[in-house]
């Protein structure tokens, strides 16, 4: 199976500056997906990347806050813009295959603290 | 909606006990249903799966059934070790539009002590 790596693996920001995730797969997948994780909570999903289309946000969730970039098969950016601390969470890449597959792989997460 | 509940945790559980994590769901269809587990500090991995009514996974001494009568796909582990303590994740994928969406459970915390 393929490997998937975020950067950076956890940071502690300021309030009101932006963080940019980095995701990485070492194989061509076809759908991307950025999830957060608040503490001690489950998965709720952000929003879903394909390449060569605008992302697809969740109810909640709102490109000026969270703006993601899927320039090519293997790499997504997700941007946590003017952060405060409610934004403290884990966050976490996550690819398929292709559409009609089901299951999904997840990266290691990035770890946000902002003060 | 389409939903998944789990049990409540922390599970405390002694080494070689039998562990059992309760899932429901329910959904329109037929999804596919998955375990997902997260060691402390880490993102997720799938630990098993099953697309169809019947069909058990396993994985690493971990099982599920996949029960459309009970819609439930419980797991259970026959002697757990503390190397399995960790987060469970039941989690179904219903189609949305093109694709199916993962919904997840609230996750069960399992600790295992010597």
């Known amino acids: 199976s393929a490997v998937i790596s975020q950067k950076p693996s956890r940071d502690i920001c300021q309030r009101g500056t932006s963080l940019t995730i980095q995701c990485q797969v070492d194989?061509?997948?076809?759908?991307m997906f950025w999830y957060r994780q608040q503490p001690g909570q489950s998965l709720t999903l952000i929003a879903t990347?394909?390449?060569?289309?605008?992302?697809?946000?969740e109810s909640g969730f709102v490109i000026d806050k969270f703006p993601i970039s899927r320039p090519n098969l293997t790499f997504s950016t997700l941007t946590v813009s003017n952060m405060s601390p409610e934004d403290s969470s884990i966050y976490l890449c996550?690819?398929?295959?292709?559409?009609?597959?089901?299951?999904?792989?997840f990266g290691p997460g990035t770890r946000l603290t902002v003060l | 909606g389409n939903s998944v509940t789990q049990m409540e945790g922390p599970v405390t559980l002694s080494e070689e006990a039998f562990l059992t994590i309760n899932c429901t769901y329910t959904?329109?269809?037929?999804?596919?249903l998955f375990w997902y587990v997260q060691y402390p500090g880490e993102g997720l991995q799938l630990l098993l799966k099953a697309t169809k009514a019947d069909d058990k996974g396993s994985n690493k001494g971990f099982e599920a059934t996949y029960r459309k009568e009970t819609t439930s796909f419980h797991l259970e582990k026959g002697s757990v070790q503390v190397s399995d303590s960790a987060v469970y994740f039941c989690a179904l994928s219903a189609r949305k539009t093109s694709y199916d969406k993962v919904i997840f459970g609230p996750g069960t915390s399992l600790s295992v002590i010597p």
């Open positions: 996550s690819f398929r295959r292709t559409a009609s597959t089901d299951t999904q792989y």
């Open positions: 959904a329109t269809g037929y999804p596919s």
């Open positions: 194989s061509q997948v076809t759908m």
């Open positions: 990347a394909n390449q060569g289309s605008e992302a697809t946000y």
